[in-house]
């Protein structure tokens, strides 16, 4: 069951990166988060995620979490990257 649980969590991460490689505007960076949590909806405990989120600021990178994952708490500040313009 976990190891379903941590696919599942891959496809959606990769969805959401593939949605948003069309939508970009500005300085977008790259901010990757390690926290505590669980994906939207699901049922049980939470577990350790690395996550990938594309962002113009840490602000609305944090808040795009909530799109896929719930119960976050976040370990420490996230690493940025830049993304550069096509």
């Known amino acids: 069951m976990r190891r379903d649980m941590r696919e599942y969590q891959r496809i959606l991460i990769l969805i959401s ?3 948003n490689s069309f939508e970009r505007k500005g300085n ?3 901010y990757t988060y390690r926290f505590w949590g669980r994906v ?4 049980g405990v939470r577990y350790q995620i690395t996550a990938m989120v594309e962002a113009e600021s840490e602000e609305k990178a944090s808040l ?3 799109d ?3 119960h976050i708490s ?7 990257e830049d993304i ?3």
Request: glycine share 12%; net charge positive; hydrophobic share 40%.
């Open 68 to 70: 896929t994952y719930e």
């Open 64 to 66: 795009k979490l909530y």
């Open 17 to 19: 990166l593939l949605g």
């Open 84 to 86: 550069p313009h096509e």
């Open 74 to 80: 976040v370990i420490g500040k996230p690493v940025i």
């Open 40 to 43: 939207k909806g699901a049922l």
């Open 28 to 30: 977008m960076q790259r």
